[in-house]
């Protein structure tokens, strides 16, 4: 299969430690795309599940890692910033780590000449933190939820289906999913703002978007836990929103599809 080129490409929330990382995909899907720049927006590794012992460090988790470092290697320009799930690295911030440049945020110039402010986004979470019992069953239900897709898609696959994603599919029929999802988009358009950027691309919250909102374009690159999508910038500055989608377990290559360009 040919490869699509790109001028950047945008990942976050790989999750690498954690068992339902969908890191195969994303695997196929690296070999898919040629881009000049990739920008890891965070939550790449999951130290939570590490330290908690919840996680541990898988052969294909590793290969993946490689795999991105290769390409530093070989002359893609990679920036990492880090999130809350890997905050340790925050402290590399300025320095260059294996060929890759840490960074808490960026702003990055498009190929148009417009500026789009790059982070995690979990700099929200106290605006959007509902109290310490609602977290912890949060979370607790979120792990179960994500388990359970990977266990169905599985089977899809085995069943020559593509992926579909359950908890995207929860998320979008509940209303305090939703409410919440744009409260953080709103406050992240309000922040490139500040910033003077005509755009914003960040991950955290794992649902994926490309939208326009008060003049700033807001870019969510979602997540390789549940939904396998990623955003890349087009030669001419377009943005793009990409869901990688296996269709076997087998050798066979994922599909791409795109959603409508978005121009800065």
Not at 97 to 125: P, S, W
Request: glycine share 6%.
């Amino acid at each position: 299969m040919q490869k699509r080129n790109v001028r950047t490409l945008f990942l976050s929330d790989i999750h690498l430690a954690n068992p339902n990382s969908q890191v195969k995909r994303l695997s196929e899907f690296l070999n898919m795309v040629d881009a000049e720049y990739i920008f890891l927006l965070g939550d790449i590794v999951d130290l939570w599940k590490l330290s908690s012992r919840k996680g541990r460090w898988y052969k294909s988790h590793e290969k993946v890692l490689h795999q991105i470092m290769d390409l530093a290697k070989n002359g893609t320009k990679v920036i990492y910033v880090p999130g809350n799930h890997d905050p340790f690295f925050r402290t590399f911030g300025g320095l260059n780590i294996g060929q890759v440049d840490v960074y808490e945020e960026y702003i990055h110039t498009m190929a148009n000449g417009d500026k789009f402010l790059l982070m995690h986004g979990d700099r929200f979470d106290k605006e959007l933190y509902v109290g310490d019992t609602w977290h912890y069953i949060g979370e607790a239900l979120y792990e179960t939820i994500v388990t359970c897709n990977r266990l169905l898609n599985q089977v899809r696959s085995w069943m020559g289906k593509p992926y579909w994603s359950l908890s995207v599919a929860l998320k979008m029929n509940s209303k305090k999913a939703r409410d919440y999802i744009e409260r953080f988009e709103q406050l992240a358009v309000d922040y490139a703002k500040q910033q003077n950027a005509q755009g914003v691309v960040c991950g955290h919250i794992h649902q994926s978007k490309l939208i326009k909102k008060d003049g700033i374009i807001y870019g969510n690159d979602g997540d390789w836990v549940e939904s396998c999508t990623a955003l890349v910038e087009n030669t001419d500055g377009t943005l793009e929103l990409l869901t990688c989608k296996a269709v076997t377990v087998q050798k066979t290559k994922p599909t791409v599809t795109a959603r409508p360009a978005v121009e800065a």
